[in-house]
Every structure is written in structure tokens, then in C-alpha cells.
């Protein structure tokens, strides 16, 4: 069956009222036709979801530009007892937002979901860095550098994750790369009491029709009780 439904207006209101600032800013067309939103419904055996989607056009202002904007608000309702589920999302992790200033550049997204007993998960991420690059003629490179974090609370757990991601190369005349990742993570979860950190050093080597590539990875935890010392 078609599905086209008339809708007046949508209102952003309470701990969401920066929404409707954020849009009113940018000034978002309406939704008869112009592809920027739609409306979502699936029905199956198990459950009936209701909801619609803002696609939000690119902006800029000189060197700022905010891309890949989404808004998401989503009703399920199951059909085996379950309670009722409502989901704001503004982007998702899987397609986060970006933000560009220049050289410097960064992402993110949030997303909160409410059952009627109080809120069930709560997770989102930000991404920031710059990147630079030199070209010399006989030699040219690049260096990026980026830093994040990522937080998820989910059945009273809290769930907190920091990185730092860091990648160079460089390249001679086509006949000598190198190119070298680094990245450290940690993480800290509430319902096992336990931190653990990640980190890898990834160096990849090109001569002509050669190449090498080598991975060192580590990883510390931990955990349980008693809780670590700031020595550990």
C-alpha cells in the first residue's frame, strides 16, 4: 500500500528545543516533496514502527561546513508484550555527522531511547582532529591526527571509551612509501568494574615491487576487586 501522509508540523520541544533552534538556523525546507524527510512505517508478525526521518542539507559558512546531518524519531510498538519504545536519534554511530573547519575536522552522533518505566540507553560519540599534507615534489606526505570518545549507558551500566588515532606517509617518487597507524584506546565498564586499554602500531614498507607490513598490538586490563591503584 502507499503511504503518503500530510504532516503540519513537527514540534522539538523540552530537553530537545535545540533541535528546533538548530533547524530554525538553518533554515530546513518543508516536507512536501523536497526529499529532506520521510516517513517511516513497518509492520510485521513482531512489531509496528512508526517515525520519520530529516535529511538536513549540507551547511557551511566560509571554512566551517556541517555535513551528514540526520534526525530520527522513531515509535516501536511490539506485539509480545514488550513496552513501548521511542527513539531520538541525531545521526547514528554506523554514519556519524561531520564537521570541517578548515584543515581541522570531527563527527559524532547521540541517540537516546525511552520505554515508559524511564530511559533504557543513552550512547553517543565526538571525534575531533586535523590533517596536513606537503608535497615537495620528489617527496610528498601527510599526517592525521585524531581523538575521541564514546559513551553508552544501557540497563543502569555505564560504558566510557577514549582513543587517539594517529597515521602518517610518506612517499618518494613513487618508488619508496612508508606509512605508519597508531592507536591507543581505553574503556571503563561500570558493570564489571574493569578498565582495559588497547594499542596498536601498524608500519607498512613499499620498495618498487616489495612490500612489508607489520602490526605490534597490546593490551592491559583491569578488573573486578579490588579496583586498581592510580600506579596500576
Given amino acids: 500500500t502507499d503511504f503518503d501522509p500530510k504532516i503540519a508540523a513537527i ?5 530537545l528545543n535545540f533541535i ?4 530554525d538556523k538553518i533554515q530546513l525546507p518543508g516536507t512536501g516533496g523536497d526529499g529532506l524527510g520521510k516517513p517511516i ?5 513482531s512489531r509496528a514502527r512508526l517515525g520519520y526521518v530529516f535529511n538536513i542539507p549540507t ?13 530520527t524519531a522513531m515509535v ?7 513496552p513501548l519504545l521511542f527513539r531520538f536519534a541525531f545521526n547514528e554511530r554506523s554514519n556519524p555527522f561531520l564537521v570541517t573547519v578548515a584543515m581541522f575536522g570531527g563527527g559524532g552522533f547521540f541517540a537516546i531511547e525511552l520505554q515508559p518505566d524511564g530511559i533504557k540507553l543513552i550512547e553517543g560519540s565526538l571525534e575531533f582532529g586535523g590533517s596536513f599534507s606537503l608535497n615537495l615534489g620528489v617527496a610528498s606526505g601527510g599526517v592525521t591526527l585524531m581523538a575521541g570518545i564514546y559513551f553508552k549507558y544501557e540497563n543502569d551500566n555505564i560504558t566510557v ?16 612509501s612508508i606509512s605508519a597507524e597508531f592507536y591507543l584506546a581505553l ?20 620498495v618498487l615491487f616489495f612490500s612489508a ?7 592491559r586490563s583491569f578488573g573486578h576487586s579490588p579496583a586498581p591503584l592510580f600506579a596500576d
Avoid at 76 to 82: E, R
Avoid at 213 to 219: A, I, S, W
Fill in 76 to 82: 516501536t510498538l511490539p506485539f509480545n508484550g514488550d
Fill in 20 to 23: 528546533k533552534q538548530l533547524l
Fill in 161 to 176: 571509551s577514549g582513543y587517539v588515532r594517529c597515521v602518517g606517509c610518506l612517499d618518494e617518487l613513487g618508488i619508496i
Fill in 59 to 71: 551547511v557551511a559558512f566560509g571554512v566551517f561546513t556541517l555535513q551528514n546531518i540526520k534526525f
Fill in 11 to 15: 514540534e522539538f520541544a523540552g530537553p
Fill in 213 to 219: 607490513k607489520v602490526t605490534l598490538k597490546v593490551e
Fill in 187 to 206: 574503556t571503563y565498564e561500570e558493570a564489571t568494574n574493569r578498565v582495559w586499554g588497547q594499542a596498536s602500531l601498524t608500519v607498512k614498507i613499499k
Fill in 41 to 45: 512505517l513497518d509492520v510485521d508478525t
